[in-house]
């Protein structure tokens, strides 16, 4: 659904609040006033990557982007994400991806201002600067300096508590393996180097090495039933301290100067994604008017982890619809703004063929 009044937004917003089986509704018109028709505490997670600094020229239309100063376009952002931030629910997530620019050939830091004036001027916590790996970029002319294949999107929530769930995006952890008659595990461990290092030690009491013995034999028992898929063992003169060396800092290396070796186990569910994702932009397959779509695969692990089945997603710069697009897919609900009605106009055709049952 598209309306272009506020008038009619209004109403329209009514309706989507009170009938969860509306999947979602784009609103045209300026971020700021659309945001302001939404109630507070209302939204599970924003999407959202603004017009850059001086990059591009939106659909004629003078928005975000086109201020004269680096310090004018990070207050301009900062009165949107005020805004964000009350509509926000208090377990809520804002993830934000943004692009840097250069000014007389000096790297602005763009993202990074905007991330620091948000800590300190409106009081959200910054809990991933995840660098999101183009893999390929635009063509790139300039003979003093490296292209430029990367941007930013920072995740920042109001409160330390807040909605997260890991289950959809975690990496299925690869299978043991049977060799010479050892059980193996997926990244090659199978207790005999440990064995021998603490046979052989010289840094461990005989007691120590009693101990480090049992509990590697019951740590490769738990792999040999399938209790545990995968471990690392970290033991005193042979592997490095994780975190920290101190023992006033790290309750690792304190357990290693008490006992004289420690068990890492792998989490079961699969390791976490890391912060740094390499995903193709959009633009090689898109085709429509859009400048600066971002890719559809850039929403898919930010809307998983931090908006429930059926919670709200919100882009109040929703161009041509990805981050609706993306949470629909994902049997969640979607509210776009943007301010260019040819957009929005694009996002109700791609949303069109995409109508999932909602949880």
Same mark, same amino acid.
């Given at each position: 659904m598209l309306v272009s009044s506020l008038e009619e937004a209004q109403l329209l917003l009514?309706?989507? /609040?009170?009938? @969860?089986? $509306? *999947? &979602?509704? !784009?609103?045209?018109?300026?971020?700021?006033? +659309?945001l302001s028709l939404l109630a507070s505490n209302s939204v599970d997670t924003v999407m959202t990557s603004p017009p850059y600094w001086q990059k591009r020229e939106y659909a004629n239309h003078r928005s975000i982007g086109s201020e004269p100063t680096i310090q004018?376009?990070?207050?301009? $952002? =900062?009165?949107?994400?005020?805004?964000? @931030? @009350?509509? $926000?629910?208090?377990? #809520?997530? !804002? /993830?934000? %991806? $943004?692009?840097?620019? &250069?000014?007389?050939? %000096?790297? +602005?830091?763009i993202p990074w201002r905007v991330a620091i004036a948000l800590q300190d001027r409106q009081g959200w916590i910054l809990r991933n600067a995840?660098? /999101?790996?183009?893999l390929k970029g635009a063509p790139d002319n300039s003979e003093d300096k490296l292209r430029n294949v990367h941007e930013l999107v920072f995740h920042l929530v109001k409160q330390k508590e807040y909605y997260y769930d890991t289950t959809q995006v975690r990496n299925k952890p690869k299978s043991t393996a049977v060799r010479n008659g050892t059980i193996v595990t997926a990244t090659g461990v199978s207790g005999v180097n440990y064995r021998r290092q603490i046979q052989r030690s010289t840094a461990l009491t005989e007691e120590e090495k009693s101990n480090a013995l049992r509990a590697l034999d019951l740590t490769l028992d738990k792999v040999a039933s399938g209790e545990l898929f995968d471990f690392r063992m970290i033991i005193r003169g042979q592997q490095r301290t994780t975190h920290s060396r101190s023992p006033k800092v790290s309750g690792r290396?304190?357990?290693?100067?008490?006992? #004289? !070796?420690?068990?890492?186990?792998?989490d079961n569910r699969g390791s976490k994604p890391g912060d740094?994702?390499?995903?193709? *932009?959009?633009?090689?397959? @898109?085709?429509?008017?859009?400048?600066?779509?971002?890719?559809e695969e850039l929403c898919t692990i930010p809307i998983q982890l931090t +908006?429930? *089945? #059926? #919670?709200?997603?919100?882009?109040? !710069?929703a161009g041509t619809g990805t981050a609706v697009l993306a949470a629909v897919k994902l049997r969640r609900r979607g509210i776009g703004i943007d301010i260019a009605r040819e957009y929005l106009e694009i996002a109700s055709s791609r949303l069109a063929n995409c109508q999932p049952?909602? =949880?």
């Amino acid at each position: 659904m598209l309306v272009s009044s506020l008038e009619e937004a209004q109403l329209l917003l009514q309706q989507f /609040w009170q009938d @969860r089986t $509306l *999947p &979602y509704i !784009f609103v045209e018109g300026e971020a700021i006033s +659309c945001l302001s028709l939404l109630a507070s505490n209302s939204v599970d997670t924003v999407m959202t990557s603004p017009p850059y600094w001086q990059k591009r020229e939106y659909a004629n239309h003078r928005s975000i982007g086109s201020e004269p100063t680096i310090q004018a376009y990070v207050d301009s $952002l =900062l009165q949107v994400f005020a805004e964000i @931030r @009350r509509v $926000l629910k208090p377990t #809520g997530s !804002f /993830w934000l %991806n $943004l692009g840097d620019s &250069y000014k007389d050939k %000096n790297l +602005c830091g763009i993202p990074w201002r905007v991330a620091i004036a948000l800590q300190d001027r409106q009081g959200w916590i910054l809990r991933n600067a995840v660098v /999101w790996s183009k893999l390929k970029g635009a063509p790139d002319n300039s003979e003093d300096k490296l292209r430029n294949v990367h941007e930013l999107v920072f995740h920042l929530v109001k409160q330390k508590e807040y909605y997260y769930d890991t289950t959809q995006v975690r990496n299925k952890p690869k299978s043991t393996a049977v060799r010479n008659g050892t059980i193996v595990t997926a990244t090659g461990v199978s207790g005999v180097n440990y064995r021998r290092q603490i046979q052989r030690s010289t840094a461990l009491t005989e007691e120590e090495k009693s101990n480090a013995l049992r509990a590697l034999d019951l740590t490769l028992d738990k792999v040999a039933s399938g209790e545990l898929f995968d471990f690392r063992m970290i033991i005193r003169g042979q592997q490095r301290t994780t975190h920290s060396r101190s023992p006033k800092v790290s309750g690792r290396a304190a357990e290693l100067e008490k006992r #004289g !070796f420690y068990i890492l186990p792998y989490d079961n569910r699969g390791s976490k994604p890391g912060d740094v994702w390499e995903i193709i *932009p959009e633009d090689q397959w @898109r085709t429509d008017s859009h400048d600066a779509p971002f890719p559809e695969e850039l929403c898919t692990i930010p809307i998983q982890l931090t +908006c429930p *089945p #059926g #919670g709200i997603v919100l882009d109040p !710069f929703a161009g041509t619809g990805t981050a609706v697009l993306a949470a629909v897919k994902l049997r969640r609900r979607g509210i776009g703004i943007d301010i260019a009605r040819e957009y929005l106009e694009i996002a109700s055709s791609r949303l069109a063929n995409c109508q999932p049952q909602l =949880l």
